[in-house]
């Protein structure tokens, strides 16, 4: 069965300084993974996705994810955090029905 | 185009009741997933509904119940409320989802709670 563990429930950077959200993801299968995230009173919004192209996939707002199958891991990445950048970060898999599997979020907390 | 709206935004009820949310795709899109949010279990896949059939659920006890009409819109239900409940309701639509993924678009959610 497919799953997908986020290694850090809180990450706090400076603004600035850069960004790694940790991912590693469980699959019997060459996974679909996704990262979305979820600005405080708005709504889901995709910021990337892999399917089994390019490992190193950019994504919106100058985020990226590389796709490590001998780690099986899918981090995420930002050379440069924005205060504008404080959300809840998810990390995702798709099974093999196409049904998405969440990890439990990250929330990013941006310091001035 | 207009996104996915949900319908009430806002909702308290008590204990035993049963509530119906509502959900309006974007435009053209057939696949409306449904999800429960809390702080505790994180973001829960409930069902979807792909031309007015269930085609996939989750693990929710028959409580929890859905439909789909034929302009797309769905409609979930949960009836005999427990505390439990509480939680964001999301509401999800896509193009199609069956033979390839496509981007899942996320309603602002309904914000349930059961007193």
């Known amino acids: 069965a497919q799953s997908v563990t986020q290694l850090d429930s809180h990450v706090s950077v400076s603004e600035g300084t850069p960004v790694l959200l940790r991912c590693n993801y469980s699959?019997?299968?060459?996974?679909?993974l996704f990262w979305y995230v979820q600005h405080p009173n708005k709504g889901l919004q995709l910021l990337l996705k892999?399917?089994?192209?390019a490992t190193l996939v950019k994504g919106i707002n100058g985020f990226e994810a590389e796709f490590k199958k001998s780690e099986t891991s899918f981090h995420l990445t930002k050379p440069s955090a924005h205060m504008s950048d404080a959300a809840e970060y998810f990390c995702?898999?798709?099974?093999?029905?196409?049904?998405?599997?969440w990890g439990a979020g990250t929330k990013l907390i941006i310091k001035p | 185009k207009a996104g996915v709206t949900q319908t009430p935004r806002y909702l308290i009820k008590t204990r035993g009741q049963q509530v119906t949310l509502s959900c309006s795709p974007i435009?053209?899109?057939?696949?409306v997933s449904w999800y429960q949010q809390t702080p505790g279990q994180g973001l829960q896949f409930l069902f979807e509904y792909f031309s007015e059939t269930q085609r996939n659920k989750g693990n929710f006890p028959g409580r929890f119940s859905g439909r789909q009409f034929s302009n797309s819109r769905s409609e979930m239900n949960v009836s005999t409320l427990e505390l439990g409940d509480s939680a964001l309701y999301l509401c999800?639509?896509?193009?199609?989802?069956?033979?390839?993924?496509?981007?899942?678009?996320f309603g602002p959610g309904t914000r349930l709670t059961v007193l």
């Open positions: 999800a639509s896509s193009l199609d989802g069956a033979s390839s993924y496509n981007e899942q678009f």
């Open positions: 699959s019997s299968y060459s996974p679909s």
């Open positions: 435009s053209g899109h057939r696949s």
């Open positions: 995702v898999v798709s099974d093999s029905n196409y049904q998405l599997i």
């Open positions: 892999y399917t089994s192209a």
